[in-house]
């Protein structure tokens, strides 16, 4: 996840592979609840990992469900319908609305002494509705703060089931899906029918519901969307293995990506054309827009049909979320796409339709919005804009503009607030970045090279992470080398082509900020003062640095790169858009590099520091290949007197001059 403050999407050319999405929110928690209720034992694959279903596991763990979890697989030992637990339970349900709901229904109709509470804000989301229809079919339920809303404690019912159960509709459909996760439960005896009252909203997640519980064996038998009965002996059975579906929202920023960029098509896995979600018909919206679209059962491929994109004129109501990709897409279209029909936009996370407006706009869009709709114009090339997005706090802002990083004029569209796709796609950009390309030019690079002990590792990482951007120590792999050519008995001073060929297939690896050579980890024993000797050592050697260039270069990917050494912008990265020659007086850096050593429990004196790093300066400043020196249009930085704070702003003042938004 990129928590950084704002992200840089360098303008992006084509994009092609295979993407995995993260488990649809409102399937993983039906789906643990009705395995939970299930005779015999469930095997949930692909569960989205998140605050609500977390939330939901401990609650059935507190119910005396057998919950294993191994990362995205869960297997639930089911309860059969018989509470294990039942005495004086309290509940702590967070903020998750999906877990509240369906288990005060659940628990409500089964009976115990249970108390739910949740995060302030829960308990400011109204209940009243369910606990109403819960208490008419004879559920015992208080509220044990204000009226309508939780905490709530649940008691003994003395169910009524003959007539039938009235539930309103048009306040949100989760009351009617936990009715109907609940009433099976006490249906052995009689069949319970469930009248809607008004006008049923968000019929797509009822029919989740419907078909998850076909799944477990409940055939719920629907008269329109106004009555729906359940037959009498129905009982939960687990299907064995089920697959929670990927998120098919989420899948839109794949669909528009694989209709927008060039490339040989991108492959979305776990959510297909059987996806039993209401947003995989933006499928159909994406292909009157030109996406070429295949599919299967649980996958879909995209790949650039029409290009331009036709402008459309669509009713979105069916796929309010998925809808917003449309307005992005419809940027890169050849005439004016018209989005009806939109209205619940203005109530979302942030009022949409304004929000797509204006940042549209920025991008040098001419958009035209009314109460419920919005009407985008096509954004030539020659006329897109670098802009600063600004997400709202909504997941689906940010997502959507990641696609304007594919405009004709390569200009760079900066993210704000990137982490805010967190609600649902934690690893959106990391998803993005690994099927995105971008030409190597496009991916800025920023060099810290300087002498050592400067300070240009902690500079360098710190800025790095600011940015969201990989980091390169390329002193590492020099030290690296030397370390694997003296295990492997090399002379460091006469073996050049057998350190060579070590370097050119060094198996190292960097996981956070330990180093791995091939199975050993070697982040100790490369940091020693003598481990720097031999790494200056082995760096003299032409053809060593030469066995070493590409492995440094893999490191510039998307988003970017910073980079430290002593050559990464003479050699190693020329291109590089900002780069800082970083020093401080010898006294200083002696100081420093002691004090380090020292905490390490390394024993050193200062003077004898003093005169190592005095001679490996030498060294690296007088080899005759990519000596230390400051590239030519490096800005200098001698942070002798300034704190780490102080240069990690400097640079990133800089780095903004040359990335103005
Ligand atoms: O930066 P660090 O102290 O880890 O580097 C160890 C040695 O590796 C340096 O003294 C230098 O000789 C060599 N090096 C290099 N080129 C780089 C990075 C490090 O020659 N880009």
Do not use: H, W
């Given at each position: 996840m990129y928590a950084t403050a704002f992200l840089d999407l360098p303008a992006l050319q084509s994009a092609s592979g295979t993407v995995t999405l993260p488990g649809s929110k409102s399937i993983s928690n039906r789906v643990l609840l009705l395995s939970a209720l299930s005779q015999g034992t469930t095997v949930v694959h692909d569960l989205l990992d998140s605050d609500d279903t977390r939330v939901m596991l401990a609650a059935l763990r507190q119910l005396g469900c057998g919950v294993d979890v191994q990362g995205t697989t869960v297997t639930i030992d089911g309860l059969g319908g018989q509470l294990q637990h039942h005495n004086a339970i309290e509940f702590f349900m967070g903020n998750a609305g999906t877990a509240m709901r369906p288990l005060t229904a659940a628990l409500a109709v089964l009976g115990g002494d249970f108390t739910l509470k949740g995060v302030p804000r829960m308990h400011e989301r109204p209940i009243g509705d369910l606990v109403d229809a819960l208490r008419l079919l004879g559920c015992s339920i208080d509220y044990l703060?204000?009226?309508?809303?939780?905490?709530l404690r649940i008691g003994q019912p003395t169910l009524q089931l003959d007539a039938p159960i009235r539930v309103r509709g048009?306040?949100?459909s989760q009351f009617l899906t936990a009715l109907l996760m609940a009433l099976p439960l006490a249906s052995a005896s009689q069949n319970i029918v469930i009248d809607v009252v008004g006008e049923l909203i968000s019929k797509p997640y009822i029919d989740i519901t419907l078909n998850l519980l076909a799944r477990y064996g409940i055939a719920v038998q629907r008269e329109g969307w106004q009555r729906f009965t359940i037959p009498q002996g129905s009982r939960y059975q687990s299907p064995g293995h089920i697959h929670v579906e990927a998120d098919a929202s989420s899948a839109s920023y794949f669909i528009a990506l694989g209709a927008i960029a060039q490339g040989t098509g991108i492959r979305i896995q776990g959510?297909?054309?059987?996806?039993?979600?209401?947003?995989?018909?933006?499928m159909d919206a994406a292909a009157a827009m030109g996406a070429h679209i295949t599919s299967g059962a649980n996958w879909l491929e995209i790949k650039r049909g029409a290009w331009p994109l036709r402008g459309i004129t669509l009713d979105c109501n069916h796929i309010p979320d998925a809808a917003m990709t449309l307005a992005v897409m419809a940027l890169y279209a050849d005439a004016p796409t018209t989005l009806n029909n939109i209205a619940s936009w203005r109530v979302k996370e942030t009022d949409r339709i304004a929000a797509m407006a204006t940042e549209c706009r920025k991008l040098g869009a001419q958009i035209e919005e009314g109460a419920d709709w919005l009407r985008i114009h096509p954004l030539p090339q020659g006329q897109w804009q670098r802009a600063s997005i600004h997400?709202?706090?909504?997941h689906r802002v940010a997502m959507c503009f990641s696609?304007?990083?594919?405009n004709p004029d390569q200009v760079p569209v900066r993210i704000e607030d990137?982490?805010?796709?967190?609600?649902?796609?934690?690893?959106y950009f990391e998803a993005l970045f690994s099927v995105a390309k971008a030409p190597q030019h496009n991916i800025p690079v920023i060099c810290v090279d300087g002498p050592t002990a400067s300070g240009k590792g902690t500079l360098a990482s710190q800025v790095a992470q600011q940015l969201g951007y990989h980091y390169l120590d390329s002193g590492a792999l020099y030290r690296v080398t030397a370390y694997a050519a003296l295990q492997a008995g090399l002379d460091l001073a006469h073996d050049e082509d057998p350190i060579a060929a070590l370097a050119r297939h060094l198996p190292v690896r960097f996981e956070g900020d330990q180093i791995w050579l091939a199975n050993s980890n070697v982040s100790e024993a490369i940091r020693t003062e003598e481990a720097g000797m031999n790494a200056s050592k082995v760096s003299v050697l032409p053809k060593v640095r030469t066995a070493l260039v590409a492995l440094q270069h893999s490191f510039r990917r998307l988003p970017g790169l910073v980079a430290d050494g002593r050559?990464?912008?003479?050699?190693?990265?020329?291109?590089?858009a900002l780069k800082v020659f970083l020093t401080a007086d010898a006294a200083q850096r002696a100081q420093r590099r002691h004090k380090q050593l020292i905490s390490k429990g390394f024993s050193v004196t200062l003077e004898g520091l003093r005169a190592d790093l005095e001679a490996r300066d030498a060294r690296d400043a007088s080899r005759?290949?990519?000596?230390?020196k400051p590239a030519q249009d490096a800005v200098s930085l001698?942070?002798?007197?300034?704190s780490i704070e102080a240069s990690v702003q400097q640079v990133l003042t800089w780095w903004q001059s040359k990335q103005a938004f």
């Open positions: 703060g204000n009226e309508g809303f939780p905490p048009d306040v949100s959510v297909g054309a059987e996806s039993i979600q209401g947003d995989i018909r933006f997400t709202y706090d909504d696609l304007a990083a594919f990137p982490q805010c796709v967190a609600k649902t796609f934690p690893d050559d990464m912008g003479t050699v190693i990265f020329p291109d590089a005759s290949v990519a000596p230390l001698d942070n002798s007197s300034l």
